[in-house]
C-alpha cells in the first residue's frame, strides 16, 4: 500500500506517535498510515524534551511504516529517509534546507523541522516503525530565537493540508528507494544535505571543547569527526555541537 492511503486527523491528541503506538498495540494500524493533529498537549521531541507548536499552525504528523526487510544494523537509513524527505519537499516549495546530524532539518541556521523515530524491533529487523514529524509551516512567534517556519521563510501563507501532500509524495518516493535495498543511495543523498559538513564548527566532546570538521557520518550512523588529525566515531551523546566562528 502506498503512503498517505490512509490518513487518521485529530483536533488534538496528546502526541501523534502515542495515539500511533495505540493503534499499533490494537493492531488497528496498516503501513503507509499517517496520523494528522492540529494540536499535541504532550509533544515529544529527542531526547525527553518537549515539542511545542501553535495550534492550527504547523504540520504535526506520524507516519507508520512496516519496512520489509531493514536490519537493526541499517535502521540509520529510516533516519536518512525521514531527513531527505522532508529536505526534498522545502526544496520543491524553494527552501534551502539542510540535515542537521542525526536528523534536524536546518535554514539558515534555524530549525524548521524535528523528527522522532520509535522503532520496534523484532529478530534482528526493524520490524514496524513510527516516524513523528513537527514541520513549522505558519507560526510566526517561536520562544526559540532559533526556530523558523516556511511562511518565515518565505514570507507567504502556506495551507498546511498542500505541505502535507507535497511531504506523503516525497515519503512514497524515497519508501522505494529505501524498501528496495538502495540505502547507500539514500546515506548519499543525506550526506550531499548534510549541515557543515567539511566546514569547521566548535564541538564538545567527553574531554571538552575542540575545533574540528565534519567528515561523514559511518554506515550505522555515527558521526565522524576530524579532531586534531584524527577521525573521531560519536554517538549521539558523545558528542556537542556548539556553534560555528565562536573562537
Ligand atoms: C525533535 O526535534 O526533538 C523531534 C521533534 C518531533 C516532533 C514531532 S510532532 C509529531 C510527532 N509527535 C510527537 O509527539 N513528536 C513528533
Known sequence: MKIGQKIFRLDTVDSTNNYAANL???GKIVHGTVILADEQTAGRGQR???WSSQAGENLLLSLYVVPDNLSVDLQVSLTH???ISVVELLRKIGICAEVKWPNDIYVNSKKIAGILIENILSSGKVSQTVIGIGLNV???NFELASATSIQHEKNDFYP?????FQLINEFNIWWEILNNGELKSLRAFYLNNLYLLNKEADFEDEKGRF???IKGVSEVGFLLVEKLGELKKYDLKEIRFIGQNTF
Open 81 to 83: 529517509f525521514a531527513s
Open 24 to 26: 499499533i498495540k490494537e
Open 138 to 140: 505558519n507560526q510566526k
Open 211 to 213: 575545533r574540528g570538521t
Open 160 to 164: 498546511i493540508e498542500q505541505v502535507l
Open 48 to 50: 525527553g524534551a518537549v
